[in-house]
C-alpha cells in the first residue's frame, strides 16, 4: 500500500469517526424538553402546578403567576407577582376556606364564594382538578366535543364552559397547556408551564 493512498485511507476514517460523535451527539439533544411522567391513575392523581392565570370580571382585568398543590385532602393555591412574592395564598381543607391577602386572612366555607368576595373572580376548584388534567368531573352532568385524538376540545360542565386553546403535544394522552374557562361574566385563561406528580 502506498503512503499517499494509506494517507488519504486515513483521512476518510479520520472523518468517519468525527462524523459519528458529531452525529451521536445530536441525538442526545431534543428540541422538545421532557415530559414528566403522567400517572397511570390520572384521575386519583396528586400534584402540583406552576402557570399563569388571567382574570377577566366584568371588565376588571387581573393576572397572576399561578402555583397550585393538589392533594386528595387539600387544596392550596399561591397567586404571584411578576417578581414572584405572594400576593394572595388560598388554602382549603376539609372543615374551611382560608384566604390570605397581605396581612389580612378571611375564612368561609367554600373558595369560590370567598374568592369572589375577596379577589373579585373566582377558580371553580371542585371541578378544576380535573379539568387542568383533560378530564371531565365525572360527578357532574357534562357535554363534551373531542378533537380527531380524542382529546377534550369543549367541555361543558357545573355551569362553566371549558375550552382547551392547546395541549402539550400532539398524542391523545398529553396534558393540556392553555384553558380557557368561561362562566356568565367571568374568563378565566389559564396558562400551565410545569407538573409535579405527588409532591410532598
Given at each position: ?9 486515513l483521512t476518510i476514517l479520520t472523518f468517519?469517526?468525527?462524523?459519528a460523535m458529531l452525529l451521536g451527539g ?112 365525572s360527578s357532574a352532568v357534562t357535554r ?57
Amino acid at each position: 500500500m502506498s503512503i499517499p493512498f494509506l494517507r488519504l485511507h486515513l483521512t476518510i476514517l479520520t472523518f468517519l469517526v468525527i462524523l459519528a460523535m458529531l452525529l451521536g451527539g445530536c441525538a442526545g439533544l431534543s428540541s422538545t424538553p421532557p415530559v414528566a411522567a403522567i400517572p397511570a391513575q390520572l384521575e386519583s392523581a396528586t400534584f402540583a402546578m406552576n402557570g399563569r392565570i388571567s382574570a377577566n370580571h366584568q371588565g376588571n382585568r387581573q393576572s397572576a403567576g399561578l402555583r397550585w398543590m393538589h392533594q386528595n385532602s387539600y387544596d392550596e393555591i399561591l397567586l404571584l407577582a411578576p417578581l414572584g412574592y405572594t400576593v394572595a395564598r388560598v388554602y382549603r381543607d376539609a372543615q374551611k376556606v382560608t384566604l390570605e391577602d397581605g396581612d389580612k386572612s378571611y375564612q368561609a366555607d367554600d373558595a369560590e364564594t370567598l374568592m369572589e368576595q375577596v379577589l373579585g373572580w373566582h377558580l371553580p376548584l371542585n371541578g378544576l382538578h380535573k379539568w387542568v388534567l383533560g378530564l371531565p368531573d365525572s360527578s357532574a352532568v357534562t357535554r363534551i366535543e373531542r378533537d380527531d385524538l380524542g382529546r377534550i376540545l369543549v367541555l361543558h360542565q357545573s355551569g362553566w364552559e371549558v375550552r382547551y386553546l392547546r395541549y402539550a403535544l400532539a398524542s391523545p394522552d398529553s396534558l393540556p397547556s392553555r384553558l380557557q374557562l368561561n362562566h356568565e361574566d367571568l374568563k378565566l385563561l389559564l396558562l400551565i408551564d410545569k407538573w409535579e406528580w405527588d409532591p410532598k
